[in-house]
Nanobody, 115 residues
Framework: VQLQASGGGLVQAGGSLRLSCAAS????????MGWYRQAPGKQRELVAR???????TYANSVKGRFTISRDSAKNTVYLQMNSLKAEDTAVYYC??????????WGQGTQVTVSS
């Protein structure tokens, strides 16, 4: 199983970015897919994830600003990030959990929000 993340970059505060994560497996056969982030000097934290049934879960810090979605035909999960803040600056990682409960990580993509 492989995950390919893309879409990071540099944006001004208040701006938007969309991250994409393409999986090499049928995403609707996974338990969930999601996004984590890790800022310098901080632990990796959950940002958002979407279950096989389509239920989305968000960190409190991004609720109302970020939206996770998926395109099953493309086996791709997206993270639309709006109203970005400087504190959203981090390396963002895509993750999935297989039905066997194996966890797979994609490579990180840097998101930098300038204030």
């Amino acid at each position: 199983v492989q995950l390919q993340a893309s879409g990071g970059g540099l944006v001004q505060a208040g701006g938007s970015l969309r991250l994409s994560c393409a999986a090499s497996v049928t995403i609707t056969s996974t338990n969930y897919m999601g996004w984590y982030r890790q800022a310098p000097g901080k632990q990796r934290e959950l940002v958002a994830r979407i279950s096989r049934g389509g239920t989305a879960t968000y960190a409190n810090s991004v609720k109302g600003r970020f939206t996770i979605s998926r395109d099953s035909a493309k086996n791709t999960v997206y993270l639309q990030m709006n109203s970005l803040k400087a504190e959203d600056t981090a390396v963002y990682y895509c993750q999935l959990q297989t039905t066997r409960a194996d966890v797979v990580w994609g490579q990180g993509t840097q998101v930098t929000v300038s204030s």
